[in-house]
């Protein structure tokens, strides 16, 4: 098992910046990549960034340029800097850790923090 606390949410201005932290404990899994992802009301959880324990990243069209993804092995850390902040950032983000784990393909989730972009 794996364990995923989130924190860092809160409300900010469009244009603003916000950081947001995943402490992950627990298991070590095997091929593990950490990521974030979002759930606006109303509408599909999807992916926002995701880091590979290689170091490949990839991020979403609707981020890339505005938000880093980091990950500090050292203190189990992987957070999300997100610059440039638009309304339509407004989510649930939930940080995620998926790899193998005993031959399977596991996932773990965060409870989730809230990001709101409102003036």
């Known amino acids: 098992q794996v364990q995923l606390v989130e924190s860092g949410g809160g409300l900010v201005q469009p244009g603003g910046s916000l950081r947001l932290s995943c402490v992950a404990s627990?298991?070590?899994?095997?091929?593990?990549?950490m990521g974030w992802y979002r759930q606006a009301p109303g509408k599909q959880r999807v992916m926002v960034a995701t880091?590979?324990?290689?170091?490949?990243?990839n991020y979403d069209d609707a981020v890339n340029g505005r938000f880093t993804i980091s990950w500090d092995k050292e203190k189990n850390t992987v957070n999300l800097q997100m610059d440039s902040l638009k309304p339509e950032d407004t989510a649930v983000y939930y940080c995620?850790?998926?790899?193998?784990?005993?031959?399977?393909?596991?996932?773990?989730w965060g409870q989730g923090t809230q990001v709101t972009v409102s003036s």
């Open positions: 995620t850790s998926r790899g193998r784990s005993n031959l399977q393909n596991v996932v773990f």
């Open positions: 880091i590979s324990s290689g170091g490949t990243i």
């Open positions: 627990g298991e070590v899994l095997s091929r593990n990549v």
